[in-house]
């Protein structure tokens, strides 16, 4: 069974914090990892992706991957009340080029 | 603008009575998903074309069916839809080995009377 871990929050962080977001995923041949940010009633919109162990920074966001741990993280720098939402953790797998979903963490970022 | 659209936005269907969603794209990705988002809940695949070739999730329901008769469109054709079938569906369209080019379309929210 393939599957994709994340706590479900909600998680609250003052404005201007530093927001971490948390994922695991059980099958280790998994190549490509994303974070895909929800707003209620709206589709996914795709915020990062990540394939190599290390650090990966775009903007306030920074994705990071530990394959030996089977982990994947996505910081948000100096939070903002507009990205309070829902991140989804999303992992690709090659066998039937498939992208499955965890369950979403609910960010809030409270003025 | 290159785009993934779905029609329609919203539908109200009666319980029992058949429905379809349509998904269409100008993107020309030859990858085109179909996902289920129940309120809270993570968006579960239903199945997913490569190409013309069709792959269907171990459990989807059989009541689920799809059809692609180009590469721009995509149906969901639901036969007897369900209370438990109430939920928002999504499409979305890669290019094959290149994930980070997924997009989805905006959602179809289908709710069951």
């Known amino acids: 069974q393939k599957e994709v871990e994340q706590n479900s929050g909600p998680l609250s962080v003052p404005e201007g914090a530093i927001a971490s977001l948390n994922c695991t995923y059980s099958d280790r041949g998994s190549q490509s990892f994303f974070w895909y940010r929800q707003y209620s009633g709206k589709s996914p919109e795709l915020i990062m992706f990540?394939?190599?162990?290390g650090d990966k920074e775009d903007g306030r966001f920074t994705a990071q991957l530990n394959k030996a741990s089977q982990y994947v993280s996505l910081l948000i720098r100096d939070s903002q009340p507009s990205d309070s939402a829902t991140y989804l953790c999303a992992v690709y797998y090659n066998q039937g080029g498939k992208l499955i979903f965890g369950q979403g963490t609910e960010l809030s970022v409270k003025p | 603008d290159a785009m993934v659209i779905q029609n329609p936005r919203y539908q109200v269907t009666q319980f029992g009575k058949p429905v379809t969603l349509s998904c269409s794209q100008t993107?020309?990705?030859?990858?085109m998903y179909w996902y289920q988002q129940k309120s809270s809940q993570a968006p579960k695949l239903l199945f997913h074309?490569?190409?013309?070739?069709?792959?269907n999730e171990a459990d989807t329901p059989d009541n689920f069916q799809s059809r692609r008769p180009n590469t721009s469109f995509c149906f969901l054709d639901i036969r007897s839809p369900g209370l438990g079938d109430a939920a928002m569906y999504l499409c979305?369209?890669?290019?094959?080995?290149?994930?980070?080019?997924?997009?989805f379309g905006p959602g179809t929210r289908l709710t069951v009377t």
């Open positions: 074309y490569y190409d013309k070739d069709f792959n």
């Open positions: 993107l020309n990705h030859n990858v």
């Open positions: 990540i394939y190599s162990n």
């Open positions: 979305a369209t890669s290019s094959a080995g290149s994930m980070d080019l997924i997009r």
